[in-house]
Structure formats: structure tokens, C-alpha cells
């Protein structure tokens, strides 16, 4: 595992938290993570139980991500049969909170396990709190990206000095070296998950921050002049369909095989296909590559982001008792100060000092992209956002035809916000 230097301080917390879990606990575990960020869990988890070997021990489950995970965990804190710790989005913490399924994590604790406000950016910290109190501690951010093939921008002469893709500061840019790409016989000059709402949010609403757009103004949806920015945002992305510049209805596997085959140029996805690219590079079967920030299509940057937390379950009837509730704050005190190891998922790690170390700022192109964190945003803070929440649902519905061209923007939107404003 990567391990930061210079943490003496972060070292007697943990000594003090192992002191007060003395004797041996098993914290029950429950994740949602698969994949190449699931591998590195695991790997953490088993570093955890043998540097704590005779004092706490992980007994760690993986269970289905989205619905099914969130379903199982209402159920089971209801009566009493939750996990010890589990991860969490953050973008899912209010309703949670709503539901009473989320203990409170105190000053005390923040306290004890020696993390607190200032190791978090603002929208990170703002995001696991709700009416002042905090529900979970954030293990990362994991925003959308833009990936890009080098090799092709490259001999089309649509790289900067720096390596990375021309036109990134306007749409009038961008899609110039989209149109540039397509003149360069790329079929498809730009890939993106058209065929699934849920996922092209991320893009939208990215593009609506960039706007200074909002979802929710109180209890309202898309008030004022929200709804244009909406539309403005489904707009360019429409534009670039029919203009042939992006892939149409292709799905989640189809958009990565199409960038990582060459036949897309670049591709607006998550960080956690870092370890995708990275892996393939590494044995000789992909090409060279990027992953920079979203271009700026408005006025200023903006990317959607989430976070995984580490969040503990109010098991109803069933108190947890100190020392294991010790050594929960042991194993999310432990996760956070070695997190370097889990940038390496493509995740940038929520905890201050390790993005700020020497080590961080030499991974690439995670180094690079982490700037967004100074202007990502979430989703609103409604029991009906997050991800498979109702929020997703209505807008999903009506973004996979307007991106494909098959429904107008101002169409979609007046759908949109009739359906968003009737939940």
C-alpha cells in the first residue's frame, strides 16, 4: 500500500483510538463497491486487520449497489441488524436522516478520531451535514471527467504545450475540436452514456452549475430562470448529436468499449474507470491517455460530484457499545489517513492532507483533475435526490430522447418540471 510520510500526528491518534478498543472487536461491514475500487477496499481492509491484528478486526460484505443496498439497510436498521459501519453516498444522507437510519456523527467523535472541517473542501463537509450536524465521515469525491485519446488528438493537432485537448474554455471551442475530430475521419469524436438518464445527470446538471442553475430554490423545482438553464444544458448536448459529434443511445459497457477501442476520441465518465485505463496502458493494450476537467460550456467551471462516506447505522433497539463504537472510529479514522492508496481507484480521496501531499500530486492524471474540487457541486439536499432517488427517475425519462434528438429541449424541460414539482 502507498503510505503518506510526515503523519507523527495522525499516528498517536490512532494509537489513542487502538488504546481505547483494546480488547479485540469485529466491526460488522457492509460496502457497495465493485470493480477496480472494490479490489482496493479489500486490499485496504486486509492491511487494516493485520496492522490491528489481535485488536479490531474487519468482517467485511459486498452487497449490490444502489436500490437493493440502500432497501437492505433501512430494513435491517429497523430492527437492529444493520452493520457496524457502512459506505454511503452522500447525495442519499438526507433522506436517510428523514428516515432515522443514520447515528450522528459528534464533535466528540470528529475529536477522537483528530479529522474535522478543515480537512474537507467546503462542499464535501457541507454535504454529509445536515441542520448542523454531521451523519458521515467522506472517504472521496467521485465526479465525471473527460477522458481523451492522445494519440488521436495528437495527430490531429488538437493538443496543447500542456497534453491536454484544445478548446476547453468555451463551447464555441470545444466543439470546434469536435467538428476537427469528425473532419479527421474519428467516428465518433465524443462518447457518452446517451442510452441511460440516470448517468447523462451528472453531465447535465454539471453543465447547469456552470450556469449558476440549481435544481431546487426552497421546495421548488427549476424556478426562476432554472428551467433555461436546463434546457441550455440539454441544448449543446442535442447540438452535438445531430451534428454526428457524440455516440447515440449507447450504454455504460458500449461508451468505455468505444474509447478504449479507439473509435471514440474522448469520453465524458467517471474517475472510477481510472483504474480501467490505467491497468490496460500498464499491459500494452491501450493507447496513450488523459483525463482532464469538464470543458467550460458556459460561464465558469462546474462538475457534479459525489461521495462515498463511511456512515453508522441507528440500529433500532440495539445500542453499540463503547469500545466498539471505538473501534468504528478507529477503522474511519485508519481508511481516511491512508487513503493515497484508494486515489488509486480514480477517486479523489475527501481527507485534506493526502490530496495536498508530494505523493498525490505525482499521480497522474489524478493530480490533474482534482483542481474540480474547488468547483464541483452535488445533487440538492432532498430526501428525493441521490442517486436511484425519484429526482433521477423522473429526469432520466426525458433526458435519453432529448439527447438522442428525438424530443426537444423546452419540451423536456416543461415535462420535467411539472413531473419534478408533483412529487
Not at 473542501?121 to 467522506?138: C, E, M, R, S
Not at 460530484?305 to 440495539?318: Q, Y
Amino acid at each position: 500500500m502507498l503510505n503518506l510520510k510526515g503523519l507523527a500526528a495522525g499516528i498517536c491518534v490512532a494509537t489513542a483510538l487502538v488504546s481505547s478498543a483494546a480488547a479485540s472487536e469485529t466491526v460488522v461491514w457492509w460496502d457497495f463497491l465493485s470493480g477496480g475500487d472494490g479490489v482496493r477496499m479489500k486490499q485496504m481492509i486486509q492491511d487494516f486487520n493485520k496492522e490491528h491484528e489481535g485488536q479490531i478486526t474487519i468482517d467485511a460484505t459486498t452487497l449490490e449497489w444502489g436500490v437493493p443496498f440502500y432497501s437492505k439497510v433501512q430494513t435491517s436498521a429497523a430492527v437492529g441488524e444493520a452493520p457496524d459501519i457502512m459506505t454511503y453516498h452522500a447525495s442519499r444522507i438526507p433522506l436517510a436522516v428523514e428516515q432515522g437510519i443514520l447515528t450522528e456523527v459528534t464533535s466528540a467523535d470528529w475529536q477522537q478520531m483528530g479529522l474535522g472541517k478543515n480537512d474537507y473542501a467546503d462542499a464535501t463537509w457541507d454535504a454529509v451535514t445536515i441542520d448542523g450536524k454531521q451523519y458521515a465521515v467522506p472517504l472521496d469525491t467521485h465526479p465525471v471527467v473527460l477522458y481523451y485519446n492522445k494519440d488521436i488528438l495528437g495527430k490531429a493537432g488538437l493538443l496543447t504545450e500542456n497534453g491536454v485537448p484544445k478548446g476547453m474554455d468555451s463551447r464555441d471551442g470545444f466543439t470546434a475540436t469536435l467538428q476537427a475530430l469528425k473532419a479527421a475521419g474519428v467516428k465518433y469524436p465524443l462518447g457518452s452514456v446517451t442510452a441511460d438518464g440516470n448517468f447523462m445527470f451528472r453531465t447535465i446538471y454539471s453543465l447547469m452549475g456552470q450556469q449558476d442553475g440549481v435544481l431546487m430554490s426552497g421546495d421548488e423545482f427549476l424556478a426562476g430562470d432554472n428551467a433555461e438553464k436546463l434546457q441550455n444544458a440539454l441544448a449543446v448536448l442535442q447540438d452535438w448529436t445531430n451534428e454526428g459529434l457524440q455516440s447515440t443511445y449507447t450504454d455504460y459497457p458500449a461508451t468505455v468499449a468505444l474509447f478504449t477501442s479507439g473509435e471514440a476520441a474522448m469520453m465524458i465518465n467517471g474517475v472510477w474507470e481510472v483504474p480501467t485505463m490505467t491497468d490496460a496502458h500498464a499491459k500494452g493494450k491501450l493507447f496513450e491517455w488523459g483525463a482532464v476537467e469538464l470543458p467550460v460550456i458556459f460561464d465558469h467551471p462546474s462538475t457534479y460530484a459525489d461521495s462515498h462516506t463511511f456512515a453508522i447505522p441507528a440500529n433500532k433497539g440495539k445500542e453499540m457499545s463503547k469500545a466498539r463504537h471505538d473501534a468504528v472510529l478507529e477503522v474511519m479514522s485508519w481508511i481516511s489517513r491512508n487513503s493515497l492508496f484508494w486515489a488509486t481507484a480514480g477517486h479523489i480521496p475527501a481527507y485534506g492532507p493526502v490530496t495536498n501531499s508530494a505523493e498525490y500530486k505525482a499521480m497522474e492524471p489524478n493530480a490533474t483533475y482534482s483542481s474540480l474540487t474547488a468547483n464541483m457541486i452535488f445533487d440538492p439536499k432532498s430526501p428525493k435526490a441521490g442517486i436511484a432517488g425519484p429526482i433521477f427517475d423522473v429526469m432520466s425519462s426525458y433526458f435519453v430522447p432529448t439527447l438522442n434528438g428525438e424530443m426537444e429541449p423546452a419540451k423536456a424541460v416543461e415535462e420535467i418540471k411539472y413531473e419534478l414539482n408533483d412529487l
